[in-house]
C-alpha cells in the first residue's frame, strides 16, 4: 500500500517560557495493540537520536478529552461558545505538554511519541498538532490475534482466566477492528502515513529510508543496527513482552496465525475484519465458512452461555 504524504513535516516548539520559538519534528504514532508501534517508534527515535519514551497516555487522554467535548456540543457551549474556542483551549494545553516533556527528556530536534490509541483520536491529532507527523502502523489483522492469543498464554494460570486466555476470538476480532475504524472513516486520515508492520520486519532500512523521503525526517538508519530500548517495565506488562523486543527487526513472527490459532478462529478474524482486510489490503487465507458451519463452530460458547443462564 502506498504512504500518504503528511502536510509540513516540522512543527513549532509550543510554549518555550523564555519566548523564543525553534522548530522540532514531532512524530505520533497509534495502530491496533500488537501493530508494531513499539517496534516503530524505538525504530525512529533511534534513527533520529532522539529518547525513546513511554506511551504517551498523558496526550492521547487530552485529545480523548476534546473529542468527547466535541460531541457534546449543548454541554460545552456553556463553557465555550465557539469551536476555535474549544480547540484553541485543548492547543494551549497540549502545546504545553510537548513543550514540557520536550524539556524534560532534552529532546533538541524531534520527539517520538507513540500510543496505540492515537489512532482512536487521529481527527483531534490533526486539529490540534496540524503539523506534526502521524503515521499508523498496519498489521495483518489475524497476526495480531495471534499475538494476543499469545498473550494468554504468557498469563499467569493463577486466577480467573482473561479474554486472552480462553482464546475469545469474537472478542479479539472487534477489538482489532474498533481500533482502525476511526481511521478507515475519518477524512483527516488521508494525511496519515500508513506503515505495514510486515515491512518493517522484513526490509527496515528500505522502510525508514522511505519514510524519510516523504517526510523530511533526517534518519540515520546506521543507528538502527545497535538499538536502544526503553526498559521493559515501562513498555508493557510482562506478559505482553515477547522473545523479539530489545533485538533488530525480525519476520519470524509474520504468519504466525497459521500455527497458533485453529482454522475455525483464522476464518472468525477474517469474518469479523472484513472491512479491514479489504481496506488495508490483506488477502484472506480461508475459504467462507457456511451459517451452518458458524453454527457448529460457536456450538461450544452457546452452551457455556445457556448454562450460566441456567
Avoid at 42 to 50: E, I, Q, S, V
Wanted: with cysteine; proline share 6%.
Amino acid at each position: 500500500m502506498a504512504a500518504k504524504r503528511v502536510q509540513g513535516p516540522e512543527v513549532s516548539a509550543p510554549g518555550d517560557r523564555d519566548g523564543t520559538a525553534d522548530t522540532m519534528q514531532l512524530v505520533l504514532i497509534g495502530g491496533a495493540q500488537r501493530s508494531g508501534t513499539t517496534l516503530l517508534q524505538t525504530l525512529l527515535a533511534n534513527a533520529l537520536a532522539t529518547p525513546v519514551l513511554p506511551e504517551a497516555h498523558i496526550l492521547c487522554d487530552l485529545l480523548a478529552a476534546f473529542k468527547r467535548a466535541k460531541s457534546t456540543p449543548r454541554k460545552t457551549q456553556y463553557y465555550y461558545q465557539t469551536d476555535c474556542d474549544l480547540l484553541a483551549f485543548f492547543q494551549d494545553c497540549v502545546n504545553r505538554h510537548v513543550a514540557e516533556l520536550r524539556r524534560n527528556v532534552g529532546a533538541a530536534s524531534a520527539l517520538v511519541l507513540k500510543d496505540p490509541n492515537l489512532i482512536q483520536v487521529d481527527g483531534e491529532a490533526a486539529a490540534v498538532l496540524p503539523g506534526a507527523i502521524r503515521i499508523a502502523c498496519l498489521r495483518d489483522p489475524r497476526d495480531i490475534a495471534a499475538s494476543f492469543l499469545r498473550i494468554g498464554q504468557r498469563e499467569q494460570p493463577e486466577g480467573v482466566p482473561g479474554k486472552y486466555r480462553r482464546r475469545d476470538i469474537d472478542f479479539i476480532g472487534k477489538k482489532i477492528l474498533g481500533a482502525y475504524a476511526p481511521l478507515m472513516q475519518e477524512r483527516a486520515a488521508a494525511d496519515v502515513i500508513l506503515v505495514r508492520y510486515e515491512d518493517v520486519v522484513t526490509k527496515p532500512r528500505e522502510t525508514l529510508a522511505e519514510l524519510a523521503r516523504q517526510t523530511g525526517l533526517p534518519l540515520s538508519l546506521e543507528r538502527i543496527d545497535t538499538m536502544e530500548w526503553l526498559e521493559a517495565e515501562s513498555r508493557h506488562d510482562p506478559a505482553w513482552i515477547t522473545e523479539l523486543e530489545e533485538k533488530g527487526p525480525s519476520a519470524a513472527s509474520v504468519g504466525t496465525y497459521k500455527t497458533v490459532m485453529r482454522p475455525s478462529e483464522i476464518a472468525l478474524i477474517e469474518e469479523i475484519c472484513a472491512p479491514l482486510v479489504a481496506w488495508a489490503g490483506y488477502e484472506s487465507a480461508m475459504p467462507r465458512i457456511s451459517s451452518a458451519g458458524w453454527a457448529l463452530a460457536r456450538l461450544p460458547r452457546a452452551l457455556v452461555r445457556r448454562m450460566r443462564g441456567s
